[in-house]
């Protein structure tokens, strides 16, 4: 059992995106089946187009952005509920003047990622 507060988690820089950053609240040594993590991304920032071998199920908490994923696009914004499946290109960009948000929720299983661009 794990119990503590966002603001005492560290916070690491996305190098492959720009104003991108992710904490790591729920890891595989807390929860045996998924990890829990919240990604934040400045305005003018995002994250160019890659693929997990993982799904990744995300809520977003704040902000807006436009999504990409396989061929579609997406504008998300707070209370939007987004399923990536394993293996499908993904990307973000940041849409507005205040910061985007969101839980993304992932197996503990390996996970390779591949940029696309």
Known sequence: MTVRHVKTITSETIAAGTGASRQVLIGPDEGPNFAMRLFI???????????????????????????????????????????????????????????FEFICVVPNLPDEIEMLS
């Open 41 to 99: 991304m400045e305005p003018g920032g995002g994250i160019p187009a890659h693929t997990n071998t993982v799904e990744h199920e995300q809520y977003v908490v704040g902000g807006r952005a436009r999504i990409g994923i396989g061929d579609q696009q997406f504008d998300v914004e707070a209370g939007s509920v987004v399923f990536i499946p394993a293996g499908m290109p993904h990307w973000y960009w940041v849409v507005g003047n205040e910061p």
